[in-house]
């Protein structure tokens, strides 16, 4: 991961004790002046800015922080319009009006009653899916397994191999006579033993990975990040996840400390993380179907410490960073969008001017795929860019017009580290389709109804008045209305007997509106395919009233979710699994971990009823246990994974309860020497070393000794 005409990451500077040192201006010697401590700090500072210029100021560099501006002002305008739908689904969940449809029921003086039927379908989404997304443990929505024919390191192969080759040795030195197709037959038996070994050493390098695997992902925050991603895929276009991110973390243990103490020690490390991309955040080229095509910009807002967390990352300059540092402290550096301010609003942040207080760093990451002859222009190197017929995956950061990093896609196949799917994917779109964008009419016809039954509602609960204003005598109050008043009026100039006033009853339109409001919000069940009783929420009618009725109805429902968590696999969960464990491959020492190994991702299994997959555990486990053949079958491994699995679905420790596998073959061995010496004391005839019997004749009758008949 070498940077793009970067300069290398400056190394730590070790300076003196500021109290042994000399005063500013002594010599050693008489030759050599010290400089105090501040003296070389800033000689020290203006040495990296002086290298941090001198960097960003070559052609390279300048070339490339004009072509991020250009595709970023392209990728701007091309978003606008996703922009402005997914910020409507923002403020649906937090049940309010486009300020547009806002201003227009307030000159109409109509009711701002805003139903929040998108906002309770989302949290009925969102818990149907964590169930079984967000499960941990042996519930987890992905496994590690074996391939078909798995290919282990050459020295553990070649050890097997040895093994079953001395089983056909040993058999030969034996002296029993065999004929050609004995020894085919032998040979055939030790390739089975010896693939049967190899599976079985990769089923137990599978079960180190996958915790191995489990426990990454569980400190690098996935969990989390996979919880944020099922809220964005509610109301987002696309929602995505983004790892592994190596960062530079503090991790503290304890050491021992004088009298018995302990005390804590931090040592930074940089780690792998995965965390929830904004969707407002990322901007695609206008032609790309997916993260991996076309150009891609990610905005980050960071703040001024995470920003230096970044010195010292391998692939980061930090003198371009101390450089970035500098320039913000003196004058920050912003890069307001037209959408920020709208977007605060919609998330129910302040809407006071963003620029007043924030302490933010507007970044901008990079990707894009770069032909090695405009990399040449730029001015690489021919070592830097050997092939300039080749395309280029290429990362960069930007922050102002400065170029913090500048590296080759890390990557082998120069994929980006963004994973994103949608609540219904459109073909040969980047976006797809949210869960509000499924039923936004549906709930734009819900609030009509209900604005108009509150305004009717309102119209009709009493009578309308009507005064005859010349009748009045001056200074009658006819603003209000209350039991018992007594209003004056004077007799009709015109000699009328007509009353003054009169009353009448404005009609009621409840009943229609409300059936307007259930046909629209049912409508909704059937479009985003999850009905209301999928929650628990009462409204199955019919069939749905009885049991057989109400599975079968939610046998049907839960397809819709079976399809989501299915894509979810596939386009979510697989690849971060599996990046994670090309990570571990290549990253981590730990050659018990490696192997040709496969993820497998299995939350769309888990939607199966988890009662009745127990209920089928229990019988196979009552089958094993009681019958002899398959026990023999199984063997003593067998048993204890049955005991095992069947343990930690009752959430138990299944380590203090059933034995490792090494102490159960030993047990077996045991209790099978004490079953043979049991026989033997019981039938000596079967033991030959046993002394044979004194048999006399008493009366006619044998009678045996001490050892029995």
């Known amino acids: 991961m070498e940077p793009l005409g970067l300069p290398p990451i400056a190394g730590t500077t070790t300076v003196q004790n500021p109290l042994a040192a000399p005063r500013p201006g002594a010599s050693v010697g008489g030759i050599m002046a010290v400089k105090s401590l501040q003296e070389t700090l800033d000689a020290e500072n203006a040495a990296s800015q002086a290298r941090a210029d001198a960097a960003n100021s070559q052609p390279v560099v300048q070339n490339l922080v004009s072509h991020i501006r250009?595709?970023?002002e392209l990728a701007k305008y091309a978003k606008r319009e996703i922009e402005q739908q997914m910020l409507k689904a923002l403020r649906s969940l937090r049940g309010e009006y486009d300020p547009a449809k806002l201003a227009q029921l307030r000159e109409q003086n109509s009711s701002e009653i805003y139903m929040m039927l998108f906002a309770t379908k989302a949290r009925q989404a969102k818990a149907l899916l964590g169930d079984v997304i967000l499960s941990t443990g042996d519930d987890k929505p992905w496994a590690v397994r074996p391939s078909p024919v798995p290919t282990l390191p050459q020295d553990v192969t070649a050890e097997i191999l040895q093994s079953a080759a001395q089983v056909v040795a040993n058999a030969e030195m034996s002296g029993v006579p065999m004929s050609v197709d004995d020894i085919r037959q032998m040979l055939a038996d030790a390739k089975d033993k010896a693939e049967s070994a190899v599976m079985v050493e990769a089923r137990s390098r599978c079960r180190r990975a996958e915790k191995k695997i489990e426990d990454m992902l569980a400190e690098g925050g996935?969990?989390?990040?996979?919880?944020?991603?099922?809220?964005?895929?509610m109301w987002s276009k696309t929602a995505f996840i983004k790892g592994p991110i190596v960062r530079k973390t503090g991790t503290m243990s304890w050491v021992p400390g004088p009298g018995g103490t302990f005390e804590p020690r931090v040592v930074q490390e940089n780690k792998p993380f995965w965390e929830r991309v904004d969707p407002l955040n990322l901007y695609p080229a206008p032609w790309a179907r997916g993260v991996n095509d076309g150009p891609l910009i990610e905005r980050h807002r960071l703040s001024p410490s995470k920003l230096s967390d970044m010195r010292g990352v391998p692939g980061y300059s930090t003198d371009a960073i101390d450089k970035v540092m500098d320039e913000y402290s003196r004058q920050g550096l912003h890069d307001w969008l037209a959408i920020d301010t709208e977007r605060a609003r919609a998330e129910g942040r302040t809407t006071l001017p963003l620029e007043m207080g924030s302490n933010l760093i507007d970044a901008l990451q990079f990707w894009d795929d770069v032909p090695g002859k405009l990399l040449r222009e730029w001015g690489m190197s021919a070592e830097e860019v050997p092939d300039e017929s080749r395309v280029y995956a290429v990362e960069a950061w930007l922050i102002g017009n400065w170029v913090i990093k500048a590296v080759i896609n890390p990557d082998p196949l120069a994929r980006r580290p963004y994973y994103g799917d949608s609540f219904k994917r459109q073909a040969g779109a980047f976006w797809g389709v949210s869960l509000y964008d499924t039923m936004s009419d549906c709930q734009d016809m819900c609030n009509a109804a209900a604005r108009a039954l509150s305004n009717n509602l309102g119209?009709?609960?009493?009578?309308?008045?009507?005064?005859?204003v010349d009748r009045l005598p001056p200074g009658e109050e006819i603003d209000s209305i209350y039991p018992w008043k007594i209003t004056q009026t004077v007799s009709d100039p015109m000699g009328s007997s007509a009353a003054p006033m009169g009353f009448f009853q404005p009609t009621s339109n409840a009943n229609e509106l409300m059936g307007v409001f259930e046909k629209f919000s049912a409508l909704a069940?059937?479009?985003?395919?999850?009905?209301?009783?999928?929650?628990?929420i009462e409204g199955a009618n019919g069939a749905g009233r009885t049991a057989s009725g109400m599975s079968m109805m939610i046998g049907n429902a839960s397809k819709t979710i079976k399809s989501?968590?299915?894509?979810?696999?596939i386009r979510v969960i697989s690849p971060v699994v599996e990046g994670a464990y090309e990570f571990v491959m290549r990253y981590v020492g730990d050659p018990d971990v490696k192997g040709d190994l496969n993820v497998v991702a299995r939350g769309a299994l888990s939607l199966v009823t988890k009662d009745a997959a127990q209920v089928r555990r229990n019988e196979f486990l009552n089958l094993a246990l009681n019958s002899p053949v398959v026990q023999q079958l199984i063997g003593v491994d067998g048993i204890g994974e049955l005991l095992r699995s069947t343990t930690k679905t009752l959430d138990l420790n299944s380590e203090d309860i059933v034995p490792s596998s090494s102490e159960m073959r030993i047990r077996a061995a045991q209790a099978a020497l004490q079953a043979q010496a049991m026989q033997q004391m019981q039938n000596p005839q079967s033991n030959p070393g046993a002394p044979t019997p004194k048999k006399e004749l008493m009366n006619g009758q044998p009678v045996t000794d001490n050892f029995g008949a």
């Open 70 to 72: 250009g595709r970023w």
């Open 222 to 233: 996935f969990i989390d990040a996979l919880d944020q991603y099922l809220d964005d895929l």
């Open 459 to 468: 119209i009709a609960s009493g009578p309308q008045v009507w005064i005859n």
């Open 525 to 536: 069940d059937e479009y985003t395919g999850i009905p209301r009783y999928m929650a628990g």
């Open 564 to 569: 989501l968590v299915s894509s979810t696999d």
